[in-house]
């Protein structure tokens, strides 16, 4: 049985550093409002933030840490150190990793990070987070048990394509055998609803419900934008 339920409202509640809701230990009332507002699961990032929120909302949760190295710019959960983490300081009942073809830190590889969570806790579900559809299917290939369209226009070769790309999301559901997650680009309900018609197994939405920064910008771009007329 899937640890993340068909037709999930799957909430982000993240913050990095640089953002102002980074290191208030908050993220767990966050969650909390978001349970309150009907999410199923959260995605969230940090041992930390991970642990406070399930003890707040009991929760799914897809769990992440985002690590930046050197010489990768694959930065979600990008190495065994992170998947360690999670599997040994955590109870998340899946783990996102970024699945892009992109070279990873250390020259590590994502099917050996796919092949020690399998064997080192069976129990736990595996997203991958991918751009593209080559990406999609090699991760499909690789028997990932949930595939999102998370990076997409976030990587080189995908770099300007609109999202949410509703297109993308239809192949997927259509070509692939993994549950499709939706996630990047949803900040209206009318967007919401179009992505729902493309029939992915749930959907994720972050900055649009938890990054009020962001949420605020795009306002102030709409007034600017009227009282110049």
Not at 20 to 45: F, Q, S, T, V, W
Not at 198 to 207: D, E, L, R
């Amino acid at each position: 049985m899937a640890h993340i339920r068909q037709n999930s409202l799957i909430i982000s509640c993240q913050a990095v550093k640089g953002e102002p809701l980074y290191g208030y230990n908050i993220m767990h009332l966050m969650a909390k409002a978001a349970k309150e507002g009907g999410a199923d699961a959260i995605r969230c990032n940090t041992v930390s933030d991970i642990n406070s929120i399930k003890a707040e909302t009991g929760l799914p949760t897809i769990g992440i840490i985002k690590a930046v190295y050197p010489d990768s710019n694959v930065y979600i959960t990008p190495t065994l150190n992170e998947v360690k983490a999670l599997l040994e300081e955590t109870d998340t009942e899946v783990i996102a990793l970024d699945a892009t073809l992109r070279p990873r830190p250390n020259g590590e590889k994502v099917e050996d990070l796919v092949d020690y969570i399998r064997i080192n806790k069976p129990s736990v579900e595996i997203m991958a987070d991918i751009s593209n559809m080559e990406e999609a299917k090699y991760a499909d290939a690789l028997g990932f048990d949930y595939i999102g369209c998370t990076m997409r226009s976030y990587t080189e070769s995908t770099k300007g394509i609109a999202i949410p790309d509703y297109d993308f999301i239809a192949e997927m559901v259509q070509s692939l055998h993994a549950k499709i997650i939706a996630e990047g680009g949803i900040w209206e309900a009318n967007q919401l609803r179009k992505v729902w018609e493309a029939n992915p197994y749930a959907v994720v939405i972050g900055s649009a419900v938890t990054r009020p920064k962001d949420i605020t910008a795009r306002f102030r771009k709409v007034t600017d934008s009227a009282l110049k007329k």
